[in-house]
């Protein structure tokens, strides 16, 4: 028989190694005792890394599975969480001025903003006070020490260096704006397909919504897809002569930060909602939780506050995006044989519709001189009438190049149909038409 490679400690064992390690996190408590608040952003930045070594360190020993221990390690694990919120909040009241943002309610958000600041630092000051009751339960010595405030003064960000390097190249600056802009307008449907896009709600009737409407894997999805959008841009677009001249670019870009920064927030209120409050795990332990964090205000700040301004900054950047795209977009035309024995029926027009609402620029069927909306199955199948009553054996679309680029593709493979009317596999090149 195998022996263990882990040994069993006893609680009094663990006492002594959790005293050695918790000191550095128990001094937090006595400065937030101490110092006035509002806190900076370097503060959490310390906050998250001394929860997150502690939570290692408890983790490490499986605290969480200890009934004695348990709740001093939520405890921890809710601070860390708290501070990462606060500290991403911070990081959007300190370069909201940059963003650029055409914002009429910039004003109101910083003002919320701040309020949920005020909120978070209260909170957490409500952990630390169970941290050192439950520390000396447990018999852990509190610290009589505390932290250098100095050590936290915040950077300002409304100083700057002189630009000094060279502007880049443009290169084809102009087709990866139109790209990032189609894309956006991707992200844009994609949040929408979540049923995110709704308005301030009674909190009484939020209660349900994670994690059956909104939790973590939704938020990662769309932080990804923005997230890439970001780096796009700063890689291609970022100081080349095209954002010096179309000053729209430099606001485009905080359209694509803001919700990238407030899904982040999503992401981790869902988190602390789902794993730290409103959970069962060890009866009485995630009773204590709630006792000091009301579940309703979590559920308010993200979707009366967090979720609200993400759908506001979208759908502002999806008119930006679509403005963009109306200059930035090359148009032409091309002349493509119509789906073989059945014509535009519904599987070749979903497709061409597909294709349309991927760029989000305007395409359409011409026949005999009138345009047909490419976007719009019902469009495509009255013109796929006529074209079978005229007997016609082309097409002429007009459009996006890069529409009209996937549309010649698309022909090439009988719009997705082999001679007899099944599906047929596309190209790998057309892969979002399935997505």
Known sequence: MKKSLTRVITEGEFLKLAQQYSQSFLKIYNFLRREHRPYTRKFYAYLIEESEELESFLDDHCARDNKTWYFFGELVACIRNFAKIAFILKHVLNRYPSYDLNDDEGKTFVAEANKIVAFLEETILSLYEEVKNESLRLGIELPKTTLNKGSFTEISFQKRLPYTIDEEDEFDAKKIVAKIATQY??????FNSFGWNSGKSN?????????NKVNEEKSRE?????????????????RTPLESQDKRLKSFRGYISMPLHLLSLVNWLSHLYQRHINTTSYGSASRDISTIIDASDILDIMMNFVMFYTCRYLDTGKKLSNDILGEYTEMD???????????FHLRPAALVARIAAYYGTKLTLVVDGAEYDASSLLSITLAGGLIARKGYKTVVFKGD????????????????????GNQAILPPELSHLWT
Do not use: W
Not at 203 to 211: G, N
Not at 403 to 418: M, P, R, T, V
């Open 222 to 238: 769309l932080m990804f897809l923005i997230h890439n959008l970001q780096s796009t841009y700063d890689h291609y677009i970022r």
């Open 203 to 211: 909190v009484k009737d939020l209660k349900d919504i994670i994690p």
């Open 185 to 190: 307008l991707n992200v844009v449907e994609k």
């Open 333 to 343: 035309t091309c002349e493509l044989k119509i789906p073989k024995n059945l014509g």
């Open 401 to 420: 190049k890069r529409a009209l680029h996937d549309l010649k593709l698309l022909s090439q493979y009988n719009y997705g149909e082999d001679e007899k």
